[in-house]
């Protein structure tokens, strides 16, 4: 058996940011992951001649991810995502409204539809989050917009910030993306997500933190003394444990009730994605696309960003709400027809992926949940399912901060006067 002031299974965002703070504090921390790789689902692949993400990804500037990131000069250089975005209505491709002039030329709006939306987008610009964070994301619409395709924008705008359109998502949760997003936009990493992964990985080694890959925990259990930690390397004993690991996955290793409540109330977000290599996109202009009627996100990430190479473009297609791999990516074909005609003649390679894990849980489940078990003292839990005060990375940023802040505030109160 060996020891260590603080252990943490799993080598995410959550785990590596746990590690780092952790590390900062001259605190005693060793990380294992049971891949070899790190990262977690911040793994990227090669499509065509790009180091792509699996999927679309993005960091809002505005979140807690961009504000610890920068706090730990890790932040990534790439490019933020603006202009060239076009909604889908039937047959009909046209920019989204954004600014007074583009609400005047689309023809996604009737002249009545635009007048409704120029009245009460403020509503959504200004509306405090946390007044409806219990508010289903549906009855907020609904109750809020009266025309069917104002709703259909707003439904839109819902699936772009939170991956998710589900009726019963909180609408404090979209509202709070969506105003980040207004606010200070998205960033698209150079590099990806795994070159991010990879230098919170060297960044936290450099000060101390303790990387061990390929190691299995096969069980977590509860002493008077801290904690025992089973796994295939001899096992470890800990004061404390942070499980930066799926809900269920933390479940199965302690048996412990509140993690089997925690568990069953959480709902994961899936999409299907192409990521598709294209030598040049056949309408340059539209560079983001999304459907009003049909959930599907059409992203051109290496107009913002670098992937090691300027040679052609990539496109990540989405479907937000997948049912049939072989539908699905004739959907997602056919939603690239729409946007970009004969884009076949320029496919260089694709990929695609029937159901690729994106969060978790969706916002929010109905029980709260805290980066703290309340039934197992000195455990804690970190990931994007975890807390209320933020979703995706974000959520994988701020529970890691959460559980980090407890143990070092236990830390110094159980230090010894002298």
């Known amino acids: ?138 009855d907020w619409i609904d109750s809020t917009f009266r025309r069917p395709h104002v709703r259909l924008l707003m439904r839109l705008l819902a699936r772009l910030n939170t991956y998710s359109g589900h009726a019963g998502n909180s609408a404090g949760a979209f509202l709070r993306q969506f105003q980040m997003a207004l606010d200070k936009g998205v960033l698209y990493a150079d590099g990806g997500w795994q070159a991010l992964a990879e230098k919170l990985a060297s960044r936290a080694r450099s000060n101390g933190g303790k990387i061990h890959t390929g190691v299995h925990v096969l069980g977590v259990e509860r002493q008077a003394e801290g904690f025992i930690i089973h796994s295939d390397d001899g096992g470890w004993t800990a004061n404390q444990v942070i499980m930066a690991i799926p809900p269920k996955t933390a479940y199965d290793l302690t048996g412990d009730d509140t993690l089997r409540r925690w568990s069953q109330s959480v709902e994961p977000v899936e999409i299907a994605c192409l990521d598709v ?16 009627e049909k959930p599907y996100y059409l992203s051109t990430h290496s107009a913002f960003a670098d ?41 260089i390679t694709s990929k695609f992926m029937p159901k690729m894990r994106v969060a978790q849980a969706r916002p929010y489940p109905s029980e709260r949940i805290t980066a703290h078990i309340p039934t197992l003292d000195g455990a804690y839990v970190a990931g994007d399912w975890v807390g209320r005060d933020a979703i995706l990375l974000d959520a994988c940023f701020s529970s890691a901060e959460s559980a980090v802040g407890d143990i070092l505030e236990n830390v110094v109160r159980l230090q010894p006067h002298p």
């Not at 299974?9 to 780092?20: D, E, Q, R």
């Not at 049971?34 to 500037?61: C, E, M, W």
């Not at 040679?311 to 990540?316: I, Q, S, T």
């Not at 729409?338 to 884009?343: H, K, S, Y």
């Open 1 to 138: 058996m060996q020891y260590t002031n603080t252990l943490i299974i799993g080598a995410g965002f959550s785990g590596l940011v746990a590690l780092n703070l952790l590390a900062d504090a001259d605190h005693d921390v060793v990380l294992l992951e049971k891949s070899a790789h790190l990262g977690g689902r911040a793994q990227g692949h090669v499509v065509g001649d790009f180091l792509a993400n699996i999927g679309p990804r993005a960091i809002y500037r505005g979140g807690v991810a961009f504000r610890l990131l920068n706090e730990l000069d890790c932040l990534p250089t790439g490019g933020i995502a603006k202009g060239g975005s076009y909604g889908v209505l039937g047959d009909v491709v046209d920019v989204l409204p954004a600014d007074p002039l583009t609400l005047i030329k689309t023809r996604l709006l009737d002249m009545a539809d635009k007048i409704e939306l120029a009245q009460k987008i403020g509503i959504a610009k200004n509306t405090a989050p946390e007044s409806v964070m219990d508010v289903a994301l549906a």
């Open 277 to 292: 290599a294209l030598t040049a996109l056949p309408h340059p202009k539209r560079l983001l696309a999304f459907g009003m």
């Open 307 to 347: 992937f090691g190479t300027k040679n052609g473009v990539l496109v990540h297609v989405a479907h937000y709400e997948p049912t049939n791999a072989q539908a699905d990516k004739l959907a997602l074909e056919g939603f690239l027809d729409t946007v970009q005609p004969n884009w076949r003649k320029n496919r």
